[in-house]
């Protein structure tokens, strides 16, 4: 025989899963007192839905939205549906990151089960525990409307259970602790580490990191239950700290959110255009403008970008690359008069996947230098030769730069076989096969770069946009090391560029009229 009860949670349950159209419908036209449940029942429901709208209902509308957060709220609802993630956040400061991953998100996920645990760690206990107080004190406050209790036996701000529910013998809860601290008999469901470093001194020093290191793997991360996900919020003040090392061992288990406070790269996670800020509503670009010119490069790129910046090198400085450095608006103001492909291919066997130097820079009628494009990546044989003619249709370029060190003409004819393939597959516009120039480049590394140091210094060198890895492998080459390989596509196309002994077009002369139009 089928109770009240039973009719009612049944006609629940069909009522949530009408689309929402048709639950505006009904509350339309049901009575005072039954719209009022329903009313209800779509509080529930919204809080169901991620944090960011449980923030909404429990603040009355206070608590701010914003495209960033809709991801973070997104990797919350996949681990609370059941997918087993790392997720790897990167955001500047003041942009809600830690009250919504480390709190709002917490929160959410203990209601949606209630018989998990979470962990929290941070630099500090005192952090730590004040994240933990802030979930406690909602968990008291809103009790009746979350549907979740704390047991009255265990509610310290750094440790606190929550009532088990009628059936169940596991019992929930939160834990929050300092990072480098004991976590003996403590296990997590979802782990969060918000900020694992205090500041640029404590990720400076190199026993420091190692000490994180070696607590994030035989600490934290032993303390996982089966199935479950981590959350890491990091600063990036250094190239080597926690996430610096995760993605170096093993970049396939993380699911990174890199959210810089200006796009920096056409694959933006948020699909925004370069220079685009991150929370406008917030943040305009003229406000990060004065913030980037208060807290100076370094700390811009570490906390605003997410790009730690080591120290300067002995041949680049950075005030030669920032001090001339235009916007992409403006660069359609300039007419070229060469436009170069420069890739610096990986040696030896070629079939490798390694990191491949691909550079696209151009010359105007005075004699300025323009870094156009950073494509440079990890891709085989099979793929490089590809890119770089698609970066050469694209910019129209008269001319590829290759290295002939390594397997004699074997990069000239990876090239031209990807341009015949294309040109045969209709992809080349019409266009001239670009000039390939061989060139000898792995001797006197330091002959052929400092001269085109020399002329960043001059500022006749601009890069146009943000190039983030490219100018870090500059100011941080020292003679003597092996040259990057952006490094080196970039000196070869500025190299090819830049004398104007040979009529402006380089190391040959053209029959076939490619440059027609460019001066």
Not at 248 to 263: M, N, S, T
Not at 488 to 516: C, I, N
């Amino acid at each position: 025989m089928t109770t009240a009860p039973d009719r009612q949670a049944s006609l629940e349950a069909r009522y949530r899963s009408l689309p929402a159209d048709q639950r505006r419908r009904v509350i339309t036209r049901a009575r005072p007192e039954t719209r009022a449940k329903l009313a209800r029942i779509e509080r529930q429901m919204a809080m169901d839905r991620s944090p960011g709208a449980l923030a909404a209902v429990l603040t009355e509308g206070r608590e701010k939205q914003a495209a960033h957060l809709d991801m973070i709220d997104s990797a919350f609802r996949r681990i609370a549906a059941g997918e087993r993630l790392q997720v790897m956040l990167t955001c500047p400061p003041r942009h809600g990151k830690s009250q919504r991953a480390s709190r709002w998100g917490p929160l959410w996920y203990l209601r949606r089960h209630p018989e998990h645990r979470v962990m929290i760690a941070c630099y500090g206990a005192d952090l730590a525990d004040d994240h933990g107080r802030w979930v406690r004190d909602q968990l008291k406050e809103y009790s009746p409307t979350l549907g979740i209790k704390l047991h009255p036996a265990s509610h310290a701000a750094n440790r606190f259970d929550l009532e088990q529910r009628r059936g169940s013998s596991v019992r929930g809860g939160m834990v929050t602790a300092g990072v480098g601290g004991a976590l003996n008999g403590k296990g997590f469901n979802l782990g969060i580490i918000d900020d694992p470093f205090k500041g640029h001194d404590d990720a400076a020093s190199p026993a420091q990191r190692e000490r994180i290191w070696e607590w994030y793997r035989s600490v934290f991360f032993t303390r996982r239950a089966p199935g479950a996900s981590l959350i890491l919020i990091n600063t990036r003040w250094h190239e080597d700290d926690l996430s610096g090392r995760l993605l170096a061992h093993e970049p396939h288990r993380w699911l990174q959110i890199d959210l810089p406070a200006l796009a920096d790269s056409t694959e933006d996670p948020l699909h925004r255009p370069i220079g685009e800020p991150l929370w406008p509503d917030q943040y305009d670009a003229a406000e990060l403008a004065d913030i980037r010119e208060s807290v100076g490069e370094r700390v811009w790129y570490a906390l605003y970008q997410q790009k730690p910046r080591p120290l300067e090198g002995g041949v680049w400085k950075w005030a030669w690359i920032t001090g001339h450095r235009i916007k992409p608006e403006a660069w359609r103001g300039v007419t070229p008069t060469r436009v170069i492909v420069a890739v610096d291919h990986a040696g030896g066997d070629t079939l490798r996947n390694d990191e491949v130097g691909l550079v696209c820079a151009a010359r105007d009628s005075e004699g300025d230098l323009y870094v156009l494009d950073d494509r440079s990546r990890t891709m085989g044989a099979d793929a490089w030769g590809t890119e770089v003619c698609k970066l050469a249709i694209d910019r129209q370029a008269d001319a590829i730069v290759v290295e002939k060190n390594f397997g004699g003409d074997m990069a000239a004819q990876v090239v031209r076989q990807a341009w015949s393939e294309m040109q045969r597959d209709g992809e080349t516009n019409g266009l001239l096969m670009p000039s390939i120039i061989e060139v000898h480049a792995k001797q006197g590394k330091r002959l052929r770069a400092e001269p085109i140091a020399q002329l960043y210094k001059q500022g006749k060198v601009h890069h146009v946009g943000e190039h983030v890895e490219l100018e870090g492998q500059m100011v941080t080459w020292i003679p003597g090391m092996d040259s990057p390989d952006r490094m080196d596509a970039a000196v070869h196309a500025l190299t090819e560029l830049a004398d104007p002994a040979q009529e402006a077009l380089g190391s040959q002369h053209y029959s076939d009229q490619r440059l027609r139009g460019r001066r």
